[in-house]
């Protein structure tokens, strides 16, 4: 009966969702390839686009509605993988010590794939509430305890930026499960209240190290930046976007700051900056209209999406997606402090990839089943 089913629904594949995607991973390869020419970062992206289009598919044909039901079961495989990292199997890389060496496997960052994990607890949750009643306080704390633990484990790495990539899945979905007006005013009088004190009181006690402060300083006061200290990356960014022009320097390698080593992490945390320098001012807006296209079409399938369950999946995607876009875009211009976020898709990275393509082919398996009755 399922073979039955998935034939009969093929035709709705999105395609023009899949296409979209996988645009950005090939331009995002050509990015990483002019970037690093001589390292193997370009092809192992193409190796990871392979695999990400097998899971893609992969998932689209299995019942959504199956990855929601064992949502606790994911949850707490991600939360032990998290554990995991803390322990001797754990890989430092740069200070942090946020990834995995497994057998078979290989080297991969955990945090980015518990993200599916805890949307499917969102979806699974919220979706099984009263939804015509606004959020008790008891529903909300529920919702802040499903992203608390595996937020705080992968602080622990430490990884702030990717902590902060969890946040906008539970806003987004504390906003589309009707929270009440009052409780947002208080979180954000708690924020503006707490935030600086905490940072305070960080900064006093050493948890806040000093090259954190000064990445700050680098956003708030640009002309005071030491360019050879903590805001050389922050100003050599600027720099190679504003020499791409309009059109890129057209592979101008002597005047390229990504192929002279003058850019730090060409091929991940600053690939806009690369891009910008290759392609210039057109192809950064072709860029961002692909993203632009790619978000409302994950918005359309949320729009068609059978169930409350599947609709929060994906708008909580899409939130998560958009921020990470708009924290990497504003990092490399100089307008976000240097976090290390990936921009989603064009990034080398096999675990950001992955984890991406996975939630895409939930949205497709939802789009396949919007006609289908249980």
């Not at 990015?31 to 289009?53: R, S």
């Not at 998932?59 to 998290?82: E, H, M, N, Q, S």
């Not at 740069?94 to 980015?112: I, N, T, Y």
Request: hydrophobic share 55%.
């Amino acid at each position: 009966m399922m073979a039955i089913v998935e034939k009969r629904n093929f035709r709705e594949f999105d395609w023009l969702l899949l296409t979209l995607a996988v645009s950005i991973v090939c331009f995002g390869i050509w990015q990483i390839y002019n970037a690093q020419p001589t390292e193997i970062y370009w092809q192992k992206q193409i190796i990871g686009l392979i695999l990400a289009l097998f899971l893609a598919i992969l998932v689209a044909f299995i019942d959504y509605r199956v990855l929601v039901y064992y949502a606790p079961v994911f949850y707490v495989i991600g939360i032990i993988l998290l554990i995991l990292v803390l322990t001797p199997l754990g890989v430092k890389v740069k200070g942090q010590q946020a990834w995995l060496k497994l057998p078979l496997v290989g080297q991969f960052q955990p945090s980015e794939f518990v993200k599916i994990p805890v949307l499917l607890m969102f979806a699974k949750y919220f979706n099984e509430r009263n939804k015509f009643s606004p959020l008790t306080i008891k529903e909300t704390l529920v919702g802040v305890a499903i992203i608390a633990l595996p937020v705080g484990l992968i602080l622990l790495e430490p990884d702030a930026g990717q902590a902060l990539t969890y946040m906008p899945l539970l806003a987004v979905v504390l906003f589309l499960s009707s929270i009440k007006i009052r409780y947002v005013i208080l979180s954000i009088a708690a924020c503006l209240i707490l935030l600086p004190l905490g940072f305070y009181i960080g900064v006093k006690t050493g948890k806040i190290k000093q090259y954190q402060v000064e990445r700050i300083n680098v956003i708030l006061d640009p002309e005071s930046a030491d360019p050879r200290g903590y805001g050389y990356h922050t100003l050599q960014s600027m720099i190679t976007i504003g020499q791409g022009g309009i059109t890129g320097i057209k592979g101008d390698t002597e005047r390229s700051q990504s192929a002279l080593k003058f850019l730090p992490e060409p091929h991940t945390d600053f690939i806009f900056a690369v891009t910008a320098e290759n392609t210039g001012f057109v192809g950064c807006v072709s860029l961002l209209l692909a993203y632009a296209l790619l978000i409302s079409r994950l918005i359309m399938g949320a729009r068609y999406a059978p169930d409350r369950a599947s609709m929060l999946f994906i708008m909580a995607f899409v939130g998560g997606l958009t921020f990470q876009i708009f924290i990497n875009v504003g990092m490399t211009m100089g307008m976000v402090p240097v976090i290390g976020v990936p921009l989603p898709l064009m990034s080398a990275g096999l675990s950001s990839i992955l984890s991406t393509f996975i939630a895409i082919g939930f949205v497709l398996s939802v789009r396949m089943r919007r006609f289908v009755n249980y």
